[in-house]
C-alpha cells in the first residue's frame, strides 16, 4: 500500500540521468613471505667449525638477526598494505559520493567578527523512487516502474551550525508550504521553470539548486549547502548506526506507512526506520506538521547514538556507517569529498546535545486550501535568528561570544578609554526614538560625548555594529556593553563605528539576551533539544487511518490488526 501523500505535487516530474556509483577496486595484497631453513644451515656452515661459546653466541646472533629481518620485513608489508587499503578505502568511498553544483543559488554564509563562518545546509529527503529499492521501500511504482528525476522533497530541513560551534539550530520546513518558486535550471538535464506558486517540496523536481533558492528565497537564511537522501538511504543508515531507539506514547498503525508499534520505547532499524520518519498519520494532528516532531525526536535519538561510547571508536562500525552515508547521499560540490564530510562531521561532533535546538517553521492555514499552510507568525523572528546566528538554547550553557586569538592579540594590543569611542547609532526601526534611548545608555556607560544619532537610510531586520580597520577593540568594547553577538559586529572599510538598530531590538537599552531571543523565535515551533531521551512521539487521536476501508484512530487501528506483525519484530 502507498501513501496518498507521497504522490507528485506541484510540477511534473522531470527526467535525470544519475551517475554510476563508484566500483570496488581490490586491495593490495598483503601476504605474508615465506623463508626456508636451507639457507640459514648453509650459513651456519660457511661460519667454521670452532664448535665453544663464541660459535653459540655467534649462532643465536645469527638467528636473531634473521628474526629481525623477517619481522622487519613483516611490518614493512604490513604497512604498506595497510596504507594501500587505507587508500583503496578512501578512494571508495569518495566515488560513493554523488555532487551536483549549487551555483551559488542559497547565497553565501558571512564571517562574524573573528572571521569565524556559520554553516548552513538543506538537508532532504526525496520521495523519488529511481531505483527498485525504493520502489519497494516506498510503493507507487506498480504503473509506472522504476521512476526518473528527483522526485519532492517531502522533508526538507535547515541545519545551522553557528560560528563558533557552540550551538545548532535544525529547521524543518514543512512540505504542504506554498509559496513563490524562482525561475530555476537544472543544468543536468536541461530542464527549466520560469517561476510559480506552489508546493515548496516540488521545487526539486528541477534540481537540489532550485530547492535550495527556493528555500533561501522563503527564509532569507544563506544556504551554502545541501545533502539529499532516499527511502533507501533513510535505511541504510539506520542500519549501519545498529539501530535507532524511539519511544510513542501509545498504540500506533499508520496504514498508510506500514508503521505498526505498541506503547513504549522501540530500537528501529532499516525499513522501520523509515515507516516512522514517513508516518505523517500516526503522530500529531495527521498533518506533515505532526510528522516533523516525530522526524526530530529520531534524529535527537541518532545523534545521542553517534556520541555515544563505541559507535565512533569501533572500526567496523565507522567503516559500516561511512559506506552507508557515502552511497545514500547526494551533496554539493562544497561537500563532494571524504575529507569536506569529515570535516562537516567534526564540526558537528563539537556541538553538545544539549544546544542542538530542534524546530518547525510556525505556519497558518492556507486561506484558499485548507491541506496546505502558509508561512505563520513568529516564522520571520525565527528565520532572522537562525541568519544572525544566534543561538535557541534556552538550557544551560552560554554561547560564546569570545574573540580568536589574533583578535584578542589584536585587541591587547591597543587598549582604547571608553572616553575616546565615539559611535553614531542609526534607527533602522519604525519605533521613535530607539536611536536617542541607545546613545543616551552608551554615554551613560562612559562612552564618549562624541556619540551622534541619526535616522537609517532603511529598515533594518537586523542590529549590526560596523567599525573600521584597526578599531576592533573599540567595537568589542561597544558589543560588551550593548550585550550585542559577535554576528552583529561587521568590519567596513572606512573609519568609524556605526550602531543600526534593527527590528529585532525593539525596546531597552541592551540587545536581547540568548532566553529572550530564543523565546521569541521558538513559540509555536515546537522546539526541542537534541539531549531530550525521554520526549515520546504522540499518537494521533483522530481518525487519521482507515482500514479495510473504515476511517480510524491509530490506536483503533493497531487493536484492528492484531494479525499484522510490529514494525521492529
Avoid at 534 to 549: D, E, H, I
Wanted: aromatic letters at 4%; glycine letters at 12%; one cysteine or more.
Amino acid at each position: 500500500m502507498s501513501d496518498p501523500w507521497d504522490g507528485r505535487g506541484g510540477q511534473a516530474t522531470r527526467s535525470r540521468t544519475t551517475r554510476a556509483p563508484g566500483t570496488r577496486a581490490q586491495a593490495p595484497s598483503t601476504e605474508r613471505p615465506t623463508h626456508g631453513r636451507a639457507s640459514a644451515r648453509a650459513a651456519s656452515r660457511r661460519g667454521g667449525g670452532g664448535g665453544g661459546r663464541a660459535s653459540r653466541r655467534a649462532k643465536r646472533a645469527g638467528r636473531g638477526g634473521r628474526l629481525l629481518k623477517v619481522v622487519g620485513l613483516c611490518l614493512a608489508v604490513l604497512v604498506l598494505g595497510t596504507a594501500g587499503v587505507g587508500w583503496w578505502f578512501y578512494q571508495h568511498l569518495n566515488g560513493n559520493i554523488n555532487s551536483v553544483s549549487l551555483d551559488g543559488k542559497g547565497g553565501t554564509e558571512k564571517a562574524d567578527a573573528f572571521g569565524r563562518t556559520p554553516i548552513n545546509i538543506l538537508v532532504m529527503g526525496s520521495d523519488g523512487r529511481t531505483s527498485a529499492a525504493d520502489c519497494k521501500l516506498g510503493g507507487g511504482c506498480s504503473r509506472t516502474g522504476v521512476q526518473s528525476g528527483y522526485g519532492n522533497a517531502d522533508v526538507e530541513m535547515v541545519v545551522h551550525i553557528s560560528a563558533d560551534r557552540s550551538n545548532a539550530t535544525v529547521m524543518s520546513i514543512p512540505r504542504d508550504t506554498m509559496t513563490n518558486i524562482p525561475a530555476c535550471k537544472d543544468t543536468e538535464n536541461n530542464t527549466s521553470t520560469s517561476g510559480y506558486y506552489g508546493q515548496v517540496n516540488s521545487a526539486l523536481q528541477y534540481g537540489p539548486a532550485c530547492q535550495v533558492a527556493t528555500v533561501h528565497q522563503l527564509t532569507g537564511i544563506p544556504i551554502d549547502h545541501f545533502v539529499k537522501l532516499d527511502f533507501s538511504g533513510v535505511v541504510k543508515m539506520a542500519d549501519a548506526v545498529g539501530g535507532v531507539s524511539v519511544c510513542v506514547n501509545g498504540n500506533v498503525y499508520d496504514t498508510y506507512s506500514h508503521l505498526k508499534l505498541s506503547k513504549g520505547t522501540h530500537t528501529l532499524k532499516g525499513e522501520a526506520a523509515l515507516q516512522f520518519v514517513r508516518s505523517r498519520h500516526g503522530f500529531g494532528d495527521g498533518s506533515d506538521l505532526g510528522r516533523t516532531v516525530s522526524q526530530h525526536i529520531f534524529l535527537s535519538a541518532m545523534i545521542r547514538k553517534f556520541k555515544s561510547a563505541g559507535t565512533l571508536t569501533d572500526p567496523t562500525a565507522v567503516y559500516d556507517l561511512a559506506n552507508a552515508a557515502t552511497k545514500a547521499l547526494t551533496v554539493d560540490d562544497g561537500l563532494g569529498s571524504i575529507s569536506k564530510l569529515v570535516s562537516l562531521a567534526d564540526d558537528v561532533n563539537k556541538v553538545p546535545a544539549k544546544r542542538m535546538t530542534f524546530t518547525t517553521m510556525q505556519t497558518a492555514p492556507d486561506s484558499s486550501d485548507s491541506n496546505r499552510v502558509v508561512v505563520g507568525a513568529g516564522a520571520k523572528s525565527l528565520f532572522s535568528t537562525i541568519a544572525n546566528d544566534q543561538s535557541l538554547t534556552t538550557g544551560s550553557g552560554k554561547k560564546s561570544t569570545a574573540p580568536s586569538a589574533t583578535a584578542k592579540a589584536t585587541a591587547s594590543a591597543s587598549p582604547v578609554s571608553r572616553s575616546e569611542i565615539g559611535v553614531t547609532v542609526e534607527n533602522g526601526t519604525d519605533i521613535t526614538g530607539r536611536a536617542s534611548a541607545v546613545a543616551t545608555a552608551l554615554t551613560d556607560a562612559g562612552f564618549g560625548s562624541g556619540s551622534t544619532t541619526a535616522n537609517a537610510p532603511s529598515q533594518a531586520t537586523s542590529t549590526t555594529l560596523t567599525y573600521g580597520p584597526d578599531q576592533n577593540a573599540e567595537a568589542q568594547e561597544v558589543a560588551d556593553a550593548l550585550n550585542l553577538p559577535g554576528s552583529a559586529l561587521k568590519k567596513a572599510s572606512t573609519a568609524g563605528l556605526t550602531l543600526v538598530i534593527g527590528s529585532d531590538w525593539s525596546n531597552g537599552t541592551t540587545y536581547p539576551d540568548t532566553a529572550t531571543t530564543a523565546k521569541t523565535a521558538t513559540a509555536n515551533a515546537h522546539a526541542s533539544t537534541a539531549d531530550d531521551s525521554k520526549t515520546c512521539a504522540k499518537v494521533s487521536q483522530y481518525r487519521t487511518v482507515s482500514l479495510n476501508g473504515v476511517a480510524m484512530t491509530p490506536a483503533q487501528a493497531y487493536a484492528a490488526a492484531g494479525n499484522k506483525p510490529d514494525s521492529d519484530e
